[in-house]
């Protein structure tokens, strides 16, 4: 099983700061399938980015991924009120597909 | 545009079976491999399993010995049975084909 870790648990910003949120995988990430998720409390998770850096759609271009192998990050420029949420890695290349345990940004 | 529709009991009594179905719709369940993933009440979320339209299915080895995944192409449907429920049990079920598509998810809650 790969297991993903994501840091920092908590990250205190501001609007208009920008946030970096690792996840680093025990083993190499197929492909890269890997995404990132925002999820708001009562809600569904949303998809911000897929295959390690392509934005899904409707995705603002303030939110980019990037790495590959065992590191990933995801990039926040320019935080807005609505960001501010928490966040979960996926990994979905290897079976059982796993998720980090969420990285929540507050303000 | 394919959406996903879990339906199903949200309340389950221990040591009972959860079953919860997930229609497709705007699309074919022949596509892709459609996952469950659950997420605890405050907490992560745990990916469960999936299943092929053929019916080939893989599991999460913690839950193995008790789920079934179905599928049934002539409604376009897939199906999750958790047996011997707990409060452990308790959440927020969604049906998916990760990272694109998810369903809005269904909280199932098992107390007596």
């Known amino acids: 099983e790969i297991v993903l870790t994501q840091s920092p648990g908590i990250l205190s910003l501001s609007p208009g700061e920008r946030a970096t949120l690792s996840c680093r995988a025990s083993?190499?990430?197929?492909?890269?399938?890997l995404a990132w998720y925002q999820q708001k409390p009562g809600q569904a998770p949303r998809l911000l980015i897929y295959?390690?850096?392509s934005r899904a759609s409707g995705i603002p271009d303030r939110f980019s991924g990037s790495g590959s192998g065992t590191v990933f990050t995801l990039t926040i420029n320019r935080l807005e009120p609505e960001d501010f949420a928490v966040y979960y890695c996926q990994q979905y290349g290897t079976t059982p597909y796993t998720f980090g345990q969420g990285t929540t940004l507050e303000i | 545009q394919v959406q996903l529709q879990e339906s199903g009991p949200g309340l389950v009594q221990p040591s009972e079976t959860l079953s919860l179905n997930c229609t497709v719709s705007?699309?074919?369940?022949?596509?892709?491999?459609w996952s469950w993933i659950r997420q605890p009440p405050g907490k992560g979320l745990e990916w469960i399993g999936y299943i092929y339209h053929t019916g080939s299915a893989t599991y999460i080895p913690s839950l193995k010995s008790r789920v079934t995944m179905s599928v049934d192409t002539s409604k376009n449907q897939f199906s999750l049975k958790l047996s011997s429920v707990t409060a452990a049990d308790t959440a927020v079920y969604y049906c998916?084909?990760?990272?694109?598509?998810w369903g809005q998810g269904i909280l199932v809650t098992v107390s007596s």
């Open positions: 295959g390690a850096f």
């Open positions: 998916a084909h990760p990272p694109i598509l």
């Open positions: 705007g699309g074919s369940i022949s596509s892709y491999y």
């Open positions: 083993q190499s990430v197929r492909s890269p399938h």
